[in-house]
């Protein structure tokens, strides 16, 4: 049996791991898909890849863990430009450019966040292997919609939301994030509230004008 954490840098998969650690549960690899804007520039907010890659990481594999960074053949640029041949629906959309997803929907997290993800665990499919996926004890419906060969570490052991919270700052390993954000997410995420908007405007000004380009 192989043991691997879906780690995307939020206080529910960051406690998974650290109860990992504290419980000595088996553990072989932490994996974390990164979203590409474009070929150079990460999709992921500065601050919180920032995290991942120069906080987070190093002290997992100074317990003792393995690290691995996914990423998709496609960036978010090539879902923006990507012309539609074969429309779900309305067939005025075909040969014009998809541009920004629906709010609400959202074909990047598909084909740039989980796709890699998926091909990972297909490679893996000769071996069997259990998931650790960061779902609290106070997240019944999510939890019950746990397949075979997932689990998670926050219900066993009986961690809710807000504990959940407590145990990644106990650790220094709260996401910058959660400073203007109650969730992560990319930069450029229709999803996005007003205060990520501002908070992105009035610090990465690069980033914003990209997406005014848009």
């Known amino acids: 049996m192989k043991y691997i954490a879906n780690f995307s840098g939020g206080k529910d998969s960051t406690a998974t791991i650290i109860l990992a650690h504290e419980h000595h549960e088996p553990l072989d690899e932490i994996i974390f898909s990164e979203v590409m804007y474009n070929e150079d520039i990460s999709g992921e907010l500065p601050e919180h890849i920032d995290f991942i890659k120069n906080v987070a990481f190093p002290l997992f594999e100074s317990w003792g863990y393995k690290t691995r960074i996914l990423r ?46 998926k091909d990972y665990f297909k490679g893996l499919e000769e071996q069997e292997v259990t998931q ?28 809710t939301e807000e504990m959940v919270k407590e145990k990644a700052e106990q650790y220094g ?28 405007r009035n610090k990465y000004n690069n980033l914003w004008q990209e997406l005014l380009r848009l």
Not at 91 to 110: N, S, W, Y
Not at 132 to 154: C, F, M, N, T
Not at 182 to 199: D, M, S, T, V
């Open 72 to 117: 998709s053949d496609k960036t978010y640029l090539d879902c923006f430009n990507h012309i539609v041949e074969k429309p779900r629906k309305n067939m005025e959309h075909k040969g014009k450019r998809k541009g920004f997803v629906m709010v609400g929907h959202c074909d990047v997290q598909r084909d740039c966040k989980l796709k890699p993800i």
């Open 132 to 159: 650790y996926i960061g779902i609290a004890i106070d997240e019944p419906k999510r939890l019950q919609r746990l397949s075979v060969g997932k689990e998670s570490l926050l219900a066993k052991y009986g961690y």
């Open 173 to 200: 390993l709260l996401s910058p994030c959660y400073n203007y954000s109650k969730r992560g997410g990319c930069w450029f995420c229709p999803n996005a509230r007003e205060g990520e908007l501002k908070h992105l």
